[in-house]
């Protein structure tokens, strides 16, 4: 083994106040560990001076401030390793000085001690919800990490895209309600406890929101109408983008937060499933001119954000600021940090809040060839990661369809979800949106030849309803989030069948459940990526709240008492999870064919009415019935007939001839447990030349 | 951070007594690698190891590749339930051969 020691750079050449120094290394950003010291490389265009300060942990005060010689900048990064550091007990942080002009753009303040923008853990919100000391001016302090995890042969799983079943979760409201029964609620390790059930369930990947450092007590208020805390709870504000949430880390409090999420990562992938993070590169918790400053706006304000001619921050985002992402200096910070947590931490993808603002430049207009999503896709590192696209942002730019896509980025669909969630609830006019949704978007995805993996298709997510509050109400219900329901959006396409709420009332509860299950099979029997939202499966409400981004309460915690509760729907989403498996045609990547492609002489898809092969496409259409065809896993033929009825009566709908004979696999009409079959499991159609779908329902009929 | 070594047969036992953190890594490293280099069974009482920060776990951890290296091996025994389950969500306990007592570990490993 070499002897480290016997490098000309283990030995100091300066000494301040009794700390060795040498000069640094540019390269890597941030801090580095090395043999016998610690590298700390940080970078600004437009300061003139920069200072090095350490703490031992927890202490208000410094240990030492180490001004940067000049000498030990290179171009604008200064540089430097600090010798003998215990690299457990130290935080750290810069002071920038530099002009404060903010009509030019920049805001330095050398009273101010910055977090590193690489900081790999971040000090000072280690257990959730802890009141912090609101006197502490240098709240979130940069740590160090060992970079040693033993990943044995563990990588990113690379599943094709086409066989993604997806399921947004949020760390803390998965297990945090009592009824998780783990124990450590609301944690990474308490998911960890749950991988079995996310097995069971059928989806192979999960779409973290947030695990970035973010601040619980940003904007932190007392409701006016319950008194309870109000937090920024979903985590969309990031403070540091290479540290994962101390606070969802059982082990946060001694600082283990990236080695506990690495073993999660790590055991969830021996489980066959995928890990996506939801990222927010649109804008920080510094929030506008009144906001705090925590890193980038001491830094270099003018390069990180947008800023309007008068030097105050555009706000793209809807939360005070927009980070300037086509600027090259933070394109380079972003790939960095994709970088980092594919190959540190093993994620499998990444979601994009708001991505729209990522293809602007730094004036705010729409780029048509953005050079950062360009990067991405072309990355090295990055070439097998999933990139989606939350194709709009808070500027009125909506790109579904449209964003830049480079043969690489998929979009959260906002189209699929609009329109089968208004034939689902019996709208108008829409059969022939939902032909166009079940085949993968093909008016979207089609003419640029993306095709279905584009789409990620989906009901519900974070935003919005959960997929039995769709169901449960006509209108939100935000009151708790303290602003007078005027916050979260009012075009849901919901409907409440009839009663606003929870009701006791059987015949409405029935329909509500028939409603969850035809959407449900509609979403997975689309071809495209489909998406579930936590709970969905199991009946999770909020209440009527679709915006719950501050509440620490049973609203957003799962509460697994609904797995019993609940059962026979569970029970329907994991069979037809199955179903979807089963069925290599509903996954294909590309859209299917109108004029062949199928079994012997039947196209690979069609499309029919209550009469095979004529489709009722008029305004008042509210049936609609397609028949996929092909071969199968085991090279069969394969017959999949799929019928929807969203209108309030009844309907027979007679079934195209093949040459099998017809088995129901799904009646969403049916009460459990005849509303599913499991796969193998089929039953004989008695009369095999048509059905009758009740009102509201859905059935999926295969050829055998 | 205190550290006694005693050969028992084909073992070797080291009681720890302390906190194994970033300050007492070093020492433990120094002491107990060339034990762990030299191919002999390693059976660590952490009954009276009331910390392991990061750092400690990772002296464990390099201990545990250095005998594996080679013929030697390393056992664990008495992690109080603490200990335990830090090691269980950081994914360091699953390396290790656990006992719950030194004298359990003597007897099986004799």
């Given at each position: 083994m070499p002897d480290t020691s016997s490098r000309i750079d283990y030995y100091p050449t300066h000494e301040y106040q009794g700390f060795h120094l040498r000069p640094g290394h540019p390269y890597p950003f941030g801090a580095t560990i090395l043999s016998g010291g610690v590298n700390f490389s940080v970078f600004s265009s437009h300061a003139t001076s920069c200072t090095l300060v350490l703490f031992d942990k927890g202490e208000p005060l410094p240990r030492v401030e180490i001004p940067f010689p000049d000498s030990f900048r290179i171009g604008n990064v200064w540089c430097m390793v600090v010798f003998d550091l215990d690299c457990e007990s130290v935080e750290y942080g810069y002071r920038m000085?530099?002009?404060?002009?903010?009509?030019?753009?920049?805001?330095?303040?050398?009273?101010?001690?910055?977090?590193?923008?690489?900081?790999?853990?971040?000090?000072?919100?280690?257990?959730?919800?802890?009141?912090?000391?609101?006197?502490?001016?240098?709240?979130?302090?940069?740590?160090?990490?060992?970079?040693?995890?033993?990943?044995?042969?563990?990588?990113?799983?690379?599943?094709?895209?086409?066989?993604?079943?997806?399921?947004e979760m949020h760390v803390r409201s998965f297990t945090r309600h009592p009824s998780a029964l783990v124990k450590h609620p609301g944690t990474f390790a308490g998911l960890l406890e749950k991988i079995p059930y996310l097995k069971e369930l059928g989806i192979n990947c999960i779409e973290m929101m947030p695990v970035y450092e973010f601040d619980e007590f940003e904007n932190s208020r007392k409701s006016p109408t319950t008194g309870e805390t109000l937090y920024n709870y979903w985590g969309y504000s990031t403070v540091g983008f290479f540290s994962p949430k101390?606070?969802?880390?059982?082990?946060?409090?001694?600082?283990?937060?990236?080695?506990?999420?690495?073993?999660?990562?790590?055991?969830?992938?021996?489980?066959?499933?995928?890990?996506?993070?939801?990222?927010?590169?649109?804008h920080t918790a510094e929030g506008n001119e009144h906001g705090p400053t925590i890193s980038f706006r001491g830094l270099d304000n003018k390069t990180y954000y947008m800023l309007t001619p008068e030097g105050y921050y555009f706000n793209f985002s809807g939360c005070g600021n927009t980070l300037n992402c086509n600027h090259p200096i933070v394109?380079?910070?972003?790939?960095?940090?994709?970088?980092?947590?594919?190959?540190?931490?093993?994620?499998?993808?990444?979601?994009?809040?708001?991505?729209?603002?990522?293809?602007?430049?730094?004036?705010?207009?729409?780029?048509?060839?953005?050079?950062?999503?360009?990067?991405?896709?072309?990355?090295?590192?990055?070439?097998?990661?999933?990139?989606?696209?939350?194709?709009?942002?808070?500027?009125?730019?909506?790109?579904?369809?449209?964003?830049?896509?480079?043969?690489?980025?998929?979009?959260?669909?906002?189209?699929?979800?609009?329109?089968?969630?208004?034939?689902?609830?019996?709208?108008?006019?829409?059969?022939?949106?939902?032909?166009?949704?079940?085949?993968?978007?093909?008016?979207?995805?089609?003419?640029?030849?993306?095709?279905?993996?584009?789409?990620?298709?989906?009901?519900?997510?974070?935003?919005?309803?959960?997929?039995?509050?769709?169901?449960?109400?006509?209108?939100?219900?935000?009151?708790?989030?303290?602003?007078?329901?005027?916050?979260?959006?009012?075009?849901?396409?919901?409907?409440?069948?009839?009663?606003?709420?929870?009701?006791?009332?059987?015949?409405?509860?029935?329909?509500?459940?028939?409603?969850?299950?035809?959407?449900?099979?509609?979403?997975?029997?689309?071809?495209?990526?489909p998406m579930l939202w936590m709970g969905d499966e199991m009946g999770r409400t909020q209440e009527g709240n679709n915006n719950a981004y501050c509440l620490d309460d049973p609203t957003n915690w799962l509460d697994w008492n609904l797995t019993e509760q609940n059962r026979d729907l569970l029970r329907f989403v994991q069979l037809l999870l199955r179903h979807r498996k089963a069925h290599p045609l509903l996954r294909s990547k590309k859209h299917p064919c109108f004029h062949r492609g199928g079994f012997e002489e039947y196209p690979e898809i069609s499309f029919h009415g209550q009469a095979p092969w004529q489709p009722d496409w008029s305004e008042e259409s509210r049936r609609l019935a397609c028949l996929w065809s092909g071969r199968d896993r085991q090279d069969a033929p394969a017959f999949l007939y799929f019928a929807v009825n969203a209108h309030w009566e009844g309907a027979w709908f007679a079934l195209p001839r093949i040459p099998r004979c017809w088995h129901v696999a799904i009646n969403t009409g049916m009460p459990a447990p005849e509303d599913i079959f499991a796969p193998g499991e089929e039953v004989l159609l008695s009369d095999q030349s048509g059905v009758f779908l009740s009102p509201r329902s859905a059935m999926f009929i295969i050829g055998k | 951070m205190e550290i006694q070594v005693q050969a028992q047969g084909s073992l070797t036992v080291v009681v720890l007594t302390g906190e194994i953190d970033g300050k007492t890594a070093p020492e433990v490293q120094s002491r107990l690698l060339p034990l762990a280099e030299n191919g002999r069974k390693l059976v660590l009482d952490?009954?009276?190891?009331?910390?392991?920060?990061?750092?400690?776990?990772?002296?464990?951890?390099?201990?545990?590749?250095?005998?594996?290296?080679?013929?030697?091996?390393?056992?664990?025994?008495?992690?109080?339930?603490?200990?335990?389950?830090?090691?269980?969500?950081?994914?360091?306990l699953k390396c290790f051969q656990l006992f719950d007592s030194q004298e359990q570990a003597v007897e099986a490993l004799r």
């Amino acid at each position: 083994m070499p002897d480290t020691s016997s490098r000309i750079d283990y030995y100091p050449t300066h000494e301040y106040q009794g700390f060795h120094l040498r000069p640094g290394h540019p390269y890597p950003f941030g801090a580095t560990i090395l043999s016998g010291g610690v590298n700390f490389s940080v970078f600004s265009s437009h300061a003139t001076s920069c200072t090095l300060v350490l703490f031992d942990k927890g202490e208000p005060l410094p240990r030492v401030e180490i001004p940067f010689p000049d000498s030990f900048r290179i171009g604008n990064v200064w540089c430097m390793v600090v010798f003998d550091l215990d690299c457990e007990s130290v935080e750290y942080g810069y002071r920038m000085d530099g002009p404060f002009e903010p009509a030019e753009g920049h805001r330095f303040d050398p009273t101010k001690i910055l977090l590193d923008p690489y900081a790999k853990t971040v000090s000072g919100r280690e257990i959730w919800g802890q009141d912090p000391d609101w006197q502490q001016p240098f709240p979130h302090r940069g740590r160090l990490v060992f970079e040693d995890f033993d990943w044995e042969d563990d990588r990113p799983l690379e599943r094709p895209m086409e066989e993604l079943v997806i399921y947004e979760m949020h760390v803390r409201s998965f297990t945090r309600h009592p009824s998780a029964l783990v124990k450590h609620p609301g944690t990474f390790a308490g998911l960890l406890e749950k991988i079995p059930y996310l097995k069971e369930l059928g989806i192979n990947c999960i779409e973290m929101m947030p695990v970035y450092e973010f601040d619980e007590f940003e904007n932190s208020r007392k409701s006016p109408t319950t008194g309870e805390t109000l937090y920024n709870y979903w985590g969309y504000s990031t403070v540091g983008f290479f540290s994962p949430k101390a606070g969802y880390a059982a082990t946060g409090r001694w600082g283990m937060q990236v080695d506990e999420l690495k073993n999660v990562v790590k055991e969830i992938h021996k489980a066959g499933i995928e890990v996506i993070l939801d990222v927010v590169f649109n804008h920080t918790a510094e929030g506008n001119e009144h906001g705090p400053t925590i890193s980038f706006r001491g830094l270099d304000n003018k390069t990180y954000y947008m800023l309007t001619p008068e030097g105050y921050y555009f706000n793209f985002s809807g939360c005070g600021n927009t980070l300037n992402c086509n600027h090259p200096i933070v394109r380079s910070i972003v790939l960095d940090c994709l970088r980092y947590w594919a190959a540190e931490f093993h994620i499998d993808g990444f979601r994009f809040d708001l991505a729209a603002i990522l293809g602007r430049d730094p004036w705010g207009a729409p780029l048509p060839n953005p050079p950062l999503l360009e990067s991405l896709a072309f990355d090295p590192v990055l070439a097998k990661c999933k990139l989606i696209a939350e194709a709009w942002d808070a500027g009125g730019l909506y790109q579904v369809g449209t964003f830049p896509a480079y043969g690489r980025w998929a979009e959260w669909n906002g189209k699929y979800r609009d329109d089968v969630r208004r034939f689902v609830k019996g709208d108008p006019g829409l059969a022939g949106a939902l032909a166009t949704r079940l085949q993968g978007s093909p008016d979207l995805y089609g003419w640029n030849g993306r095709g279905p993996t584009a789409s990620i298709n989906f009901l519900t997510c974070h935003d919005g309803f959960t997929l039995l509050d769709l169901f449960s109400y006509n209108e939100k219900h935000n009151e708790k989030n303290g602003e007078e329901n005027r916050d979260g959006a009012n075009d849901n396409h919901s409907w409440n069948c009839g009663r606003e709420g929870a009701t006791e009332d059987p015949p409405v509860q029935a329909l509500r459940r028939q409603m969850i299950k035809t959407a449900l099979s509609i979403l997975l029997t689309s071809r495209g990526v489909p998406m579930l939202w936590m709970g969905d499966e199991m009946g999770r409400t909020q209440e009527g709240n679709n915006n719950a981004y501050c509440l620490d309460d049973p609203t957003n915690w799962l509460d697994w008492n609904l797995t019993e509760q609940n059962r026979d729907l569970l029970r329907f989403v994991q069979l037809l999870l199955r179903h979807r498996k089963a069925h290599p045609l509903l996954r294909s990547k590309k859209h299917p064919c109108f004029h062949r492609g199928g079994f012997e002489e039947y196209p690979e898809i069609s499309f029919h009415g209550q009469a095979p092969w004529q489709p009722d496409w008029s305004e008042e259409s509210r049936r609609l019935a397609c028949l996929w065809s092909g071969r199968d896993r085991q090279d069969a033929p394969a017959f999949l007939y799929f019928a929807v009825n969203a209108h309030w009566e009844g309907a027979w709908f007679a079934l195209p001839r093949i040459p099998r004979c017809w088995h129901v696999a799904i009646n969403t009409g049916m009460p459990a447990p005849e509303d599913i079959f499991a796969p193998g499991e089929e039953v004989l159609l008695s009369d095999q030349s048509g059905v009758f779908l009740s009102p509201r329902s859905a059935m999926f009929i295969i050829g055998k | 951070m205190e550290i006694q070594v005693q050969a028992q047969g084909s073992l070797t036992v080291v009681v720890l007594t302390g906190e194994i953190d970033g300050k007492t890594a070093p020492e433990v490293q120094s002491r107990l690698l060339p034990l762990a280099e030299n191919g002999r069974k390693l059976v660590l009482d952490m009954q009276k190891v009331t910390f392991l920060s990061s750092a400690g776990l990772r002296v464990l951890f390099l201990l545990n590749r250095a005998a594996s290296s080679g013929s030697g091996k390393i056992f664990l025994t008495g992690l109080v339930p603490e200990l335990r389950d830090t090691m269980s969500v950081t994914g360091f306990l699953k390396c290790f051969q656990l006992f719950d007592s030194q004298e359990q570990a003597v007897e099986a490993l004799r």
